[in-house]
């Protein structure tokens, strides 16, 4: 079992939809979480990160941790067919912050 | 400012021979890594340096060399190409500080596409 599991989908929702994104990961020690977004043939940016449990929100994107379940998601409202891309989590604990656990990536389409 | 900076954008190898994937980044981050990207095995870590003169193996770092001379430079060596060697390669960054929150933050060049042969 790898450490964060990610659904790759594909996902596709028609412009306008809410989006959920979401990954699961198996490490307790797990403090920071990210999103990256990673456009075709482009590397990898970070859009969301958290740190510990909670809800962070930057305009349409809202990332929410809950250690509890050990669930990460994103969620993306009003979209618009630019947020078409895959989109990353990953995960890192206290101790090591710089070892970074990928999931394997979502791709999502937002159709006009 | 430029970022992290990647060269060649595409390479065609053939098996056995060796080349080299050259990365530069102008923020003055110490961390700097390399990774692989295949369908399927999403990112996986090959090499990493916290700082000049001081490297590190990734989870799949057989078949590729580093080395970091200088803060901005971390190139990445092919020894020998093999046809499982075929991916998408990025380089990425972070600033110093490890354990400081927002140091694991990285910043991805735009990668190099190799295809051997």
């Given at each position: 079992?790898?450490?964060?599991?990610q659904d790759p989908g594909p996902l596709s929702v028609p412009e306008g939809a809410i989006v959920s994104l979401n990954c699961t990961?198996?490490?307790?020690?797990?403090?920071?979480?990210?999103?990256?977004?990673q456009y075709?043939?482009?590397?990898?940016?970070?859009?969301?990160?958290?740190?510990?449990?909670?809800n962070k929100e930057d305009g349409r994107f809202t990332a929410?941790?809950?250690?509890?379940?050990k669930?990460?998601?994103?969620?993306?409202?009003d979209s618009q067919p630019s947020d078409s891309a895959t989109y990353l989590c990953?995960?890192?604990?206290?101790?090591?912050?710089?070892?970074?656990i990928w999931g394997l990536g979502t791709s999502l389409a937002v159709n006009p | 400012n430029a970022g992290v900076t990647q060269t060649p954008k595409f390479q065609v190898l053939k098996t056995g021979q060796s080349m080299t994937l050259q990365c530069a980044q102008d923020m003055n981050h110490e961390y700097m890594?390399?990774?692989?990207?295949?369908?399927?095995?999403?990112?996986?870590?090959?090499?990493y340096s916290v700082g000049a003169g001081i490297t590190d193996q990734g989870e799949v770092p057989n078949g590729y060399n580093v080395s970091r001379s200088t803060t901005e430079d971390f190139p990445l060596r092919l020894l020998s190409a093999a046809p499982s060697?075929?991916?998408?390669y990025f380089c990425a960054s972070s600033y110093s500080g490890a354990g400081v929150p927002g140091a694991n933050v990285l910043t991805f060049g735009a990668g190099s596409r190799l295809t051997v042969l």
């Open positions: 079992q790898k450490e964060v599991e990961y198996s490490n307790s020690a797990f403090q920071y979480f990210m999103w990256y977004r075709s043939r482009k590397g990898p940016e970070l859009l969301m990160y958290t740190y510990s449990s909670g929410q941790v809950d250690k509890s379940s669930y990460i998601s994103l969620f993306i409202r990953a995960a890192s604990n206290a101790g090591n912050n710089r070892k970074l | 890594s390399w990774y692989r990207q295949d369908p399927g095995m999403g990112l996986r870590l090959i090499h060697q075929t991916s998408v």
